[in-house]
C-alpha cells in the first residue's frame, strides 16, 4: 500500500504552490475552512473578507511574491478581538495593522477600498503596492517600518470623491529603501515624521499647494536638495524638519513661511547654500546647527532676533551683515564660526543684547565689526561687542545740490522732508544731523513711492538723507533745510 501511494504522494510534493486563484467568503480563511499556502508565488483572491481573514492571511503566509485582493470586498466586522485589539470595523476599510507585517513581495490592494486604518501595513516586507483610486482617508503609519517598499505612487488618493489632503503622521517612517514617491496633486501638508529615515529618497517634487510640513517630516532623508520656491502658501514648516539629512547640500524656503521650529537644518553638514523666508522674523534655536560647508549666509531683511545655538558651527562663514531690526542674539547663537573676519553692523539703529558666548571659540580682536557712527561708542563699552575691533561707518556719496544719478529724490520744503522714488517702493529712510548721529528712521509698511515726514522738531539748518528703494537702489543727501 505504501509503495503504491509513494509516487502519488512524491507527485503532490512537486506541485508548484503559485498561481493560485481561490474564491473566499468572509470568515473561511479565519475558521479554516479554507487553507491559504505558506509561501504562493502567486495568489489572487476573489470574494469577500473581513478583518479576521485579513489577520489570518497575515499569520499564515511567510513568503509571497505577488497577493492580489483586487477582486476582493471587505465586509464589516463585529467579532472577537484580532490583530491590534480589533473588534470591529466598517465595510470598504483596510482595518487598522490588518496587514502588518505581512510576507509579500508586490500587493494589490482591493478597488473597493475607501479608507486605509492606522498602521495597515506597518512593518510588511512589500517591495511594491498599488493603491485603489477610491481611498479618501488615509491613517497615520500606513507603511511605517516597511523596509523593503521601493517605489509608492500615492496619486490614486486624490482619485476619489474625498481626496486625501495630507501625507499622514509616521506614513514612511522608518522605510529606508524608498526611492520615489509620487504624491497627489493638492497635498497641503505632510505630517510629523513622515519620511523620516528614508534614507534612500534622493529628491521628491513638492506641490505648490504645500501650506504646512510637520516636525521631524524630512529628518534623516537622503534629501539632496530643497526648492521650496513655488509653494507660495507654505508658512509652517516644524522643529528638524530637515535635520540629520547628510546628503542635503541646497535648501531655499519660500519668502512666506514665516513659523519656522527648531533645528529645521540641524546636523545638515553637506549643506553649501540656504536661502531662510524673506518674512521669518527669528531665527530658531539650532536652525543651522553644525553647517561647516556653508561659506556665505543672507539674514533676512527682518530678523529681529537669534535664538540659542542658532548658528553654531558654522566654521566656513567669513562675513555676515546684520540687518537693522536685529535686537537680540541668544547663548552660543555664533559658537565656532572659525573663519569670521568681518561683521557689517552699519545697518543696525541700537546694539542688540547679547546671551552667553555668542561667538564662543572666536578671537574678536580679529573680527573688524562696522557700525553706523552714531553708535560706535555704545558698542565699544557693551559687553561682548567691545570685544571686536570696532569701526566707525562714514556716510558716502554726499552730493550738496541733493540731486543723484538715481531715481531717488530728497528735498525740503519748508519743515517736510519730501521723498520721491521712481526706482521701486521706498523701503527705509534714515535722517542723520551733521554729526552722523541718527535721527529719524522710516521703514514704510506698504509700498510707497513718495514719503513725506515733519522734521520740525529737529534742530540744525544741515541733514543727511540716506534712501533706500526696490530690490538695490539707494541715495544719500546733504540737504539745506529753509
Known amino acids: 500500500m505504501i509503495r503504491t501511494l509513494l509516487p502519488l504522494i512524491l507527485m503532490l510534493l512537486a506541485v508548484p504552490l503559485h498561481g493560485q486563484e481561490l474564491s473566499v467568503h468572509a470568515g473561511e480563511i479565519a475558521s479554516g475552512k479554507i487553507s491559504i499556502p505558506i509561501a504562493p508565488v502567486s ?82 516586507t512589500v517591495k511594491e503596492i498599488t493603491l485603489p483610486a477610491k481611498v479618501g482617508a488615509m491613517g497615520e503609519a500606513v507603511f511605517s517600518g516597511c523596509t523593503s517598499l521601493i517605489e509608492v505612487d500615492l496619486t490614486p488618493l486624490s482619485a476619489g470623491t474625498t481626496a486625501v489632503s495630507a501625507v499622514p503622521a509616521r506614513t514612511f517612517d522608518g522605510c529606508s529603501s524608498l526611492a520615489s514617491v509620487t504624491l497627489p496633486a493638492g497635498i497641503s501638508a505632510i505630517g510629523a515624521r513622515a519620511f523620516f529615515g528614508c534614507s534612500s529618497l534622493a529628491s521628491l517634487p513638492l506641490p505648490p499647494s504645500l501650506t ?7 529628518a534623516m532623508s537622503g534629501l539632496e536638495s530643497v526648492t521650496l520656491d513655488s509653494c507660495k502658501g507654505l508658512t509652517t514648516i516644524g522643529n528638524r524638519a530637515f535635520s540629520r539629512c547628510i546628503h542635503l547640500t541646497s535648501a531655499s524656503l519660500p519668502a512666506p513661511a514665516h513659523d519656522l521650529g527648531e533645528g529645521v537644518f540641524s546636523g545638515c553638514e553637506a549643506l553649501l547654500s540656504v536661502s531662510l523666508p524673506a518674512s521669518a522674523t527669528t531665527v530658531p534655536a539650532l536652525t543651522l546647527n553644525g553647517a561647516h560647508n556653508i561659506t556665505s549666509l543672507t539674514l533676512p531683511a527682518g530678523t529681529d532676533s537669534m535664538a540659542t545655538l542658532a548658528l553654531a558651527g558654522m566654521s566656513g562663514v567669513t562675513a555676515l551683515t546684520f540687518p537693522s531690526t536685529l535686537r537680540h542674539i541668544g547663548d552660543y547663537a555664533m559658537e565656532g564660526w572659525e573663519s569670521l573676519s568681518t561683521l557689517d553692523g552699519t545697518a543696525m539703529e541700537a546694539v542688540p543684547s547679547t546671551g552667553a558666548e555668542v ?69 527705509r529712510v534714515t535722517l542723520y544731523g551733521i554729526d552722523g548721529r541718527m535721527l529719524l528712521s522710516i521703514a514704510p509698511r506698504q509700498p510707497l513711492t513718495e514719503i513725506s515726514a515733519d522734521t520740525s522738531t529737529l534742530q540744525g539748518p544741515f541733514f543727511i538723507v540716506r534712501v533706500t528703494a526696490g530690490d538695490s537702489s539707494s541715495a544719500t543727501f546733504k540737504l539745506l533745510r529753509n
Open 359 to 427: 561667538w564662543g571659540g572666536i578671537d574678536p580682536s580679529k573680527v573688524s565689526l562696522t557700525v553706523a557712527g552714531e553708535l560706535e561708542d555704545l558698542f565699544a563699552s557693551t559687553p561682548q561687542w567691545q570685544d571686536f575691533n570696532i569701526t566707525r561707518s562714514w556716510i558716502p556719496g554726499i552730493l550738496p545740490d541733493g540731486e543723484t544719478d538715481t531715481s531717488i529724490k530728497a528735498m525740503f520744503s519748508d519743515k517736510e522732508l519730501r521723498i520721491s522714488s521712481t526706482a521701486g517702493a521706498i523701503t
Open 43 to 124: 495568489l489572487t483572491l476573489r470574494g469577500t473578507l473581513d478583518a479576521s481573514d485579513l489577520d489570518r492571511l497575515t499569520t499564515v503566509i511567510r513568503d509571497a511574491g505577488t497577493i492580489d485582493l483586487s477582486g476582493i470586498e471587505i465586509l464589516p466586522y463585529s467579532g472577537k478581538s484580532v490583530g491590534a485589539n480589533i473588534t470591529s470595523s466598517p465595510a470598504d476599510m483596510l482595518p487598522p495593522y490588518s496587514l502588518a507585517g505581512l510576507h509579500t513581495s508586490r500587493l494589490i490592494l482591493p478597488t473597493g477600498v475607501t479608507a486605509i486604518g492606522d498602521g495597515a501595513l506597518l512593518g510588511s
Open 212 to 218: 504646512a510640513i510637520g516636525p521631524e517630516a524630512f
